[in-house]
């Protein structure tokens, strides 16, 4: 335990000494080489792994590629390499359907069923999903409990088969909705899945073909790619999600779900090639001022209350944005609508704790102090925990968690984070000691107990489990998840009834 502390204590000083405290303003001219410390600054303490572009006005002040693009040493990233958007991808799908607007081809106040007629769940509009306030329930607790639950999310053996698959999925279960349309913004994927097949129902074109020639094309987005794994790989210089293993002995890939099939979330593009699209977004070459204000306005709930979201885009003041995390990628893309400014960050090693790179960034283009991030304490709770046993890590964690100024835990998440890449680097018992103690720090979380009874359920034990989602149960009745896995767990408990 002593070396861990000792080993902490130095990192601390060295932090210190680098410029972890609070750093001056710089002159306004000299924001591209404070950045350029700044990022290179973050690479060096593991902090940051990607690209970023800078421009103002529409021109490019600053941009740099730093790090690796895979595992494999020496391969690393360049301008032109291709990140996955995750949830960022959701802007373009809306802007098909905007462009079918446009041609009088659909209405945004249809109802979901004009296009989709199967479709189990009746009243929500085209505007409900582009503002996702549909109520419909979550893809990825329905496929979790009904699509081979017994397999990983990583097993290729796992794979659904695109959005048909997702649609039938939901016509044989017919999981109970979140709301009524209208009532409220939820953010769960299936709103912006479903119009991927209302672009392909009226277009008569398959969503990745439409977006090439009508979007990527026109903006002169060459790089970019919608892409799924039922296809033939497009991308000639794609980044590969990745992040370090536990034990701190390398990185490893975290690149594949088995979700990837059911298209809307997979668009692979590089940061040139998005400040292309911000610049066509400031011209008529893929849809009119009128509609991309419509696009830039609140959502309306039945109550008259407006969400902070358009279409898919978080909405500021004189400013919109996007943001997206999957499978090791992070994406942040920013536009000051009034000044023409724009900054995209792109990372293929999604550290939780992230967020302090953005406000760096932000800070320092606007001429102001700015603070580099608070280290990731997770990671070493993690290897103490493999190296010296659990009660060195609680020690350790107790004592991290008593200097926050230095280290950041990530609260629930972090613990939940790192219980689930241990369980991923095959170390189970350590895991579960990682959500137990999350159940222990934070008792009144249902998330927690959620947790907590996956990670019994994962190692089959059953009756830990079923105690761990009755947990689950009495903090929050209506859990989806602990509801799901407990009618799942009971089911197949019942024995066969005799003749």
């Given at each position: 335990m002593r070396s861990v502390l000792t080993l902490i204590t130095v990192i601390s000083l060295v932090a210190v000494a680098c410029g972890a405290n609070?750093?001056?303003?710089?002159?306004?001219?000299?924001?591209?080489?404070?950045?350029?410390?700044?990022?290179?600054?973050?690479?060096?303490?593991?902090?940051?792994?990607?690209?970023?572009?800078?421009?103002?006005?529409?021109?490019?002040?600053?941009?740099?590629?730093?790090?690796?693009?895979?595992?494999?040493?020496?391969?690393?990233l360049n301008l032109g390499t291709q990140f996955r958007l995750?949830?960022?991808?959701?802007?373009?799908?809306?802007?098909?359907?905007?462009?079918?607007?446009?041609?009088?081809?659909?209405?945004?106040?249809?109802?979901?069923?004009?296009?989709?007629?199967?479709?189990?769940?009746?009243?929500?509009?085209?505007?409900?999903?582009?503002?996702?306030?549909?109520?419909?329930?979550?893809?990825?607790?329905?496929?979790?409990?009904?699509?081979?639950?017994?397999?990983?999310?990583?097993?290729?053996?796992?794979?659904?088969g695109g959005n048909k698959h997702m649609i039938q999925m939901f016509i044989e279960h017919v999981p109970e909705p979140y709301s009524d349309p209208g009532e409220a913004y939820r953010h769960i994927g299936t709103d912006y899945k479903l119009l991927v097949s209302v672009v392909e129902r009226v277009s008569g074109v398959p969503y990745h073909q439409y977006l090439r020639e009508k979007v990527f094309l026109r903006a002169g987005m060459?790089?970019?790619?919608?892409?799924?794994?039922?296809?033939?790989?497009?991308?000639?210089?794609?980044?590969?999600?990745?992040?370090?293993?536990?034990?701190?002995?390398?990185?490893?890939?975290?690149?594949?779900?088995?979700?990837?099939?059911?298209?809307?979330?997979?668009?692979?593009?590089?940061?040139?090639?998005?400040?292309?699209?911000?610049?066509?977004?400031y011209t008529d070459r893929l849809v009119s001022e009128a509609s991309l204000e419509e696009a830039f306005a609140p959502g309306v709930l039945n109550n008259g209350k407006k969400t902070t979201i358009g279409f898919a885009w978080s909405l500021g003041d004189?400013?919109?944005?996007?943001?997206?995390?999957a499978v090791g990628f992070g994406v942040w893309l920013y536009r000051d609508l009034e000044e023409q400014n724009t900054i995209i960050i792109l990372t293929n090693r999604n550290l939780y704790l992230w967020a302090g790179v953005i406000q760096g960034v932000r800070r320092i283009l606007r001429g102001e102090d700015y603070e580099l991030p608070k280290f990731d304490g997770m990671l070493f709770v993690g290897r103490t925990l493999?190296?010296?046993?659990?009660?060195?890590?609680?020690?350790?964690?107790?004592?991290?968690?008593?200097?926050?100024?230095?280290?950041?835990?990530?609260?629930?998440?972090?613990?939940?984070a790192l219980g689930y890449f241990l369980l991923q680097d095959g170390h189970p018992s350590e895991a579960l000691f990682v959500f137990r103690l999350n159940s222990e720090q934070y008792p009144g979380a249902v998330l927690v107990w959620n947790m907590l009874g996956d990670a019994y359920h994962s190692l089959g034990d059953t009756n830990n489990a079923v105690a761990s989602y009755h947990k689950a149960l009495t903090i929050e009745p209506s859990s989806a998840h602990a509801l799901d896995i407990l009618q799942l767990l009971e089911s197949r408990s019942i024995p066969p009834k005799g003749d």
């Open positions: 609070r750093q001056p303003a710089s002159p306004w001219d000299a924001r591209p080489e404070v950045l350029d410390a700044f990022v290179k600054e973050l690479a060096a303490r593991s902090q940051f792994n990607g690209n970023i572009l800078v421009a103002e006005r529409g021109e490019i002040i600053y941009e740099r590629a730093i790090g690796l693009r895979s595992p494999l040493p020496g391969d690393t995750a949830s960022a991808s959701q802007p373009f799908t809306a802007l098909a359907v905007m462009q079918l607007e446009e041609a009088g081809l659909l209405d945004y106040e249809d109802p979901v069923e004009k296009y989709i007629p199967e479709w189990p769940y009746k009243g929500a509009t085209i505007r409900n999903l582009l503002n996702e306030t549909s109520g419909f329930p979550g893809v990825r607790a329905l496929f979790d409990r009904h699509w081979k639950p017994d397999l990983q999310d990583n097993d290729p053996g796992r794979i659904a060459m790089d970019t790619y919608a892409i799924s794994p039922l296809r033939e790989d497009p991308l000639t210089n794609r980044a590969y999600g990745m992040r370090e293993l536990v034990d701190g002995s390398g990185l490893t890939k975290r690149d594949f779900n088995y979700l990837d099939s059911i298209e809307g979330h997979a668009i692979y593009s590089t940061v040139r090639d998005l400040h292309r699209w911000d610049r066509a977004l004189g400013s919109v944005s996007v943001d997206g995390y493999l190296g010296e046993g659990e009660k060195a890590a609680r020690d350790l964690y107790v004592d991290l968690k008593n200097r926050p100024g230095e280290y950041d835990l990530g609260g629930l998440t972090g613990l939940q």
